[in-house]
T-cell receptor, first 109, second 113 residues
Framework: KNEVEQSPQNLTAQEGEFITINCSYSVGISALHWLQQHPGGGIVSLFMLSSGKKKHGRLIATINIQEKHSSLHITASHPRDSAVYIC???????????FGQGTRLTINP | DGGITQSPKYLFRKEGQNVTLSCEQNLNHDAMYWYRQDPGQGLRLIYYSQIVNDFQKGDIAEGYSVSREKKESFPLTVTSAQKNPTAFYLCASISGDWHYGYTFGSGTRLTVV
């Protein structure tokens, strides 16, 4: 069983909609990463957070340490936001990440 | 601009042959990683290296080998012992203090024919 679970696995929405992608993990972590993978395969790091909330443009990432849960929100979604969004966590002093399976987001014009 | 360069982007290999995937970074990052991605699955760690001349096995190291002779370079060899090598391979790096997020390469898609 994967220790990092994302939901939904697939999400299709209309342009302009508010998007939420969820990530749950099994034990306490030192940091959580949100990544974006475009159809070509390249991955971009969006956020790294260990508490609270971070915002970059239309993207917002939150984390609730007590509930072991993080969300990635996209406001005013656009077709160019279509991608796979991946959650990954790091435990303690570990030098590696454990990845969720990803959420495939499609925004239709 | 600083970043990670993976080459080639697409690679075809005959069954039974070894092949080496290149990963070069000019970010002065200490740690480098190789991941494998299969359809519908999360990234899985093959090998990682925290310093030059040192590396550790990840979760799926069998059939793979690496070297870290220079800080900038972390090549991955897919050997003939790897039973199912067709996959998308990603290289990543991070600075030693983890203050900044991962930087990923653009990936190499390996197909065994």
């Amino acid at each position: 069983k994967n220790e990092v679970e994302q939901s939904p696995q697939n999400l299709t929405a209309q342009e302009g909609e508010f998007i939420t992608i969820n990530c749950s993990y099994s034990v306490g972590i030192s940091a959580l990463h949100w990544l974006q993978q475009h159809p070509g395969g390249g991955i971009v790091s969006l956020f790294m957070l260990s508490s609270g909330k971070k915002k970059h443009g239309r993207l917002i990432a939150t984390i609730n340490i007590q509930e072991k849960h993080s969300s990635l929100h996209i406001t005013a979604s656009h077709p160019r936001d279509s991608a796979v969004y991946i959650c990954a966590v790091r435990w303690g002093g570990a030098q590696k990440l454990v990845f969720g399976q990803g959420t495939r987001l499609t925004i239709n014009p | 601009d600083g970043g990670i360069t993976q080459s080639p982007k697409y690679l075809f290999r005959k069954e039974g042959q070894n092949v080496t995937l290149s990963c070069e970074q000019n970010l002065n990052h200490d740690a480098m990683y190789w991941y494998r991605q299969d359809p519908g699955q999360g990234l899985r760690l093959i090998y990682y290296s925290q310093i030059v001349n040192d590396f550790q096995k990840g979760d799926i190291a069998e059939g793979y080998s690496v070297s870290r002779e220079k800080k900038e370079s972390f090549p991955l060899t897919v050997t003939s012992a790897q039973k199912n090598p067709t996959a998308f391979y990603l290289c990543a790096s991070i600075s030693g203090d983890w203050h900044y997020g991962y930087t990923f390469g653009s990936g190499t898609r390996l197909t065994v024919v």
